[in-house]
Nanobody, 121 residues
């Protein structure tokens, strides 16, 4: 079974920084795009940033200039470095991966369980 496990969430003051990590494990043949999404209370889940297997990133407008997505393909891990955090960044952050399972040989999108980020003084 494939699992995505996020880590690194917590409480940060406005203007602070934090890095989230997400590791994919299990029987994996290949991973295509990996991404970060977030969902604030009462709102729909939204894209924050995605990165291709070749390392090309794409960001939501709210993340541009403040967040950096990166990945370590050898470790099947994606990171989200977040700077200049604002209270409106408060949300549960989810990672996902578009990958081919070694068990089923099928391509599918997998999600992590989410990690809470709270930006507050």
């Amino acid at each position: 079974q494939v699992q995505l496990v996020e880590s690194g969430g917590g409480l940060v003051q406005p203007g602070g920084s934090l890095t989230l990590s997400c590791a994919a494990s299990g029987s994996i043949l290949s991973i295509n795009d990996m991404g970060w999404y977030r969902q604030a209370p009462g709102k729909q889940r939204e894209l924050v940033a995605i990165i291709t297997s070749g390392g090309r990133p794409n960001y939501a407008e709210s993340a541009k200039g403040r967040f950096t997505i990166s990945r370590d393909n050898a470790k099947n891990t994606v990171f989200l470095q977040m700077n200049s955090l604002k209270p409106e960044d408060t949300a549960v952050y989810y990672c996902n991966a578009d990958l081919v399972s070694g068990a089923t040989r099928l391509r599918a999108t997998y999600w992590g369980q989410g990690t809470q980020l709270t930006v507050s003084s």
